[in-house]
Structures are given as structure tokens and as C-alpha cells.
């Protein structure tokens, strides 16, 4: 009994050191997993560009100079 009086302050040290290792692991893989929601809001978007670049270049109201041309040689 003597041994856990003697070393409880280590204890409640090290469980608090443990307690913020876990807290900030989860705060960690909170914030990929909002980088995550975003990659893939962006990769709709570009989809979403591209198809509307591809109708106004079918309508011909797309700049030229932005428009891709396959040249032939």
C-alpha cells in the first residue's frame, strides 16, 4: 500500500500526459477528415467546370485561346 502512496503523483502525471496524447490524436484526425469533405467538394467542382467548358465550347462561346485544340501534323 505504502508503494501506491508513494508513487501516485507519477501516476496521475502519466495518465494525464496519456489523456492529452489521446485528446489531441482525436482533434488530429478530426481535422483530416474535413481535408477529406473538401478534396472531394473540389473534385466535384472540377468535374462540374469542366462539363459547363465543354458545352459552351460546343456553343462556340468558349475563347479560343482557352479552348483545347488537337493539332494535326
Known amino acids: 500500500m505504502s508503494l501506491i502512496k508513494k508513487h501516485v503523483d ?3 502525471v502519466l495518465g494525464g500526459i496519456l ?7 482525436h482533434k488530429f484526425t478530426q481535422v483530416d477528415e474535413r481535408f477529406a ?5 473540389f473534385a466535384e467542382l472540377e468535374k462540374d467546370m469542366a462539363v459547363m467548358k465543354a458545352v459552351l465550347m460546343i ?3 468558349f475563347p479560343k485561346e482557352l479552348m483545347a485544340v488537337a493539332e494535326e501534323k
Open 10 to 12: 507519477t501516476v496521475i
Open 59 to 61: 456553343k462556340g462561346q
Open 37 to 41: 469533405k473538401v478534396d472531394l467538394k
Open 19 to 25: 489523456s492529452s496524447v489521446f485528446w489531441m490524436n
